[in-house]
Antibody
Framework: EVQLVESGGGLVKPGGSLRLSCAAS????????MNWVRQAPGRGLEWVSS????????YYADSVKGRFTISRDNAKSSLYLQMNSLRAEDTAVYYC??????????????WGQGTLVTVSS | SYELTQRPSVSVSPGQTARITCTGD??????AYWYQQKPGQAPVLVIY???ERPSGIPERFSGSSSGTTVTLTISGVQAEDEADYYC?????????????FGTGTKVTVL
C-alpha cells in the first residue's frame, strides 16, 4: 500500500523558516517524480514544486521560487521542502504527492494526509 | 499559463446524475485529472487521462472530454459523494510541467 506521511509543519513567524519532510513507503520511491502541493484555508489546490526521480529536474511555482527548495533522499525514501522567508500567504496545508505521467500530462495518483504550516506573528 | 474554470457548486438529489465541468485552453491537447476532496481529508484521484478510473473508484464515476471542456459525471449520486471536486492538467508552455488545478466545484447531495 502506497503511503506518504508528511511532518514538520507548525507555527512560524513571518520571515522565518521551516523544513517539511515526507516519508514514502509501499512503492519504489526512486522511480517516481514527486511534488509538493498546498491548500490555503478555505481555498483550492496550488502546485508548489516538483522533483524528478533522480533529482535532476526541479521546478517551482513562481510564488515560491527563490524562497523554497525541494530535495529528496532516495536511500531514505524521503522528500523534503525547505521553506525560507515565509510569508502570511504561505499559510496552508502542504501535501506530498506522487506524480503520474500518462505520456502527455502529469497528474497525482497518491497524496499524503498533509501538514499544516501557519505563518503568523 | 492555463486557467481551468469550474462552476463553484452543483446540487443533486440522491440517485440522480451530477455533471461537473472544467473548461480551459489546456484541453484537448492535455489530459484531465479529477480529484475528490472531503472536508478535512486529502484529495483522492477519481479519474485520470480524461476518462480512466483508478482501481477502487466506483463505476458511477466517469470522465469525458469535448473540445476545451472536460466533464466528471457521477451517476446515481450517493450521500458519500458530497465533496469538493477539482480538475487538473499541466501547462508545459514554460518548458516544464506546471500543474494547474481548477477552481473547484462543491457537490451538495440534497
Amino acid at each position: 500500500e502506497v503511503q506518504l506521511v508528511e511532518s514538520g509543519g507548525g507555527l512560524v513567524k513571518p520571515g522565518g523558516s521551516l523544513r517539511l519532510s515526507c516519508a514514502a513507503s509501499g512503492f519504489t520511491f526512486s522511480s517516481y517524480s514527486m511534488n509538493w502541493v498546498r491548500q490555503a484555508p478555505g481555498r483550492g489546490l496550488e502546485w508548489v514544486s516538483s522533483m524528478s526521480s533522480t533529482g535532476s529536474h526541479i521546478y517551482y511555482a513562481d510564488s515560491v521560487k527563490g524562497r523554497f527548495t525541494i530535495s529528496r533522499d532516495n536511500a531514505k525514501s524521503s522528500l523534503y521542502l525547505q521553506m525560507n522567508s515565509l510569508r502570511a500567504e504561505d499559510t496552508a496545508v502542504y501535501y506530498c504527492a506522487r506524480a503520474y505521467y500518462d505520456g502527455d500530462t502529469y497528474g497525482v495518483d497518491y497524496w499524503g494526509q498533509g501538514t499544516l504550516v501557519t505563518v503568523s506573528s | 499559463s492555463y486557467e481551468l474554470t469550474q462552476r463553484p457548486s452543483v446540487s443533486v438529489s440522491p440517485g440522480q446524475t451530477a455533471r461537473i465541468t472544467c473548461t480551459g485552453d489546456a484541453f484537448p491537447k492535455q489530459h484531465a485529472y479529477w480529484y475528490q476532496q472531503k472536508p478535512g481529508q486529502a484529495p483522492v484521484l477519481v479519474i485520470y487521462k480524461d476518462s480512466e478510473r483508478p482501481s477502487g473508484i466506483p463505476e458511477r464515476f466517469s470522465g469525458s472530454s469535448s473540445g476545451t471542456t472536460v466533464t466528471l459525471t457521477i451517476s446515481g449520486v450517493q450521500a458519500e459523494d458530497e465533496a469538493d471536486y477539482y480538475c487538473q492538467s499541466t501547462d508545459s508552455s514554460g518548458g516544464y510541467p506546471n500543474y494547474v488545478f481548477g477552481t473547484g466545484t462543491k457537490v451538495t447531495v440534497l
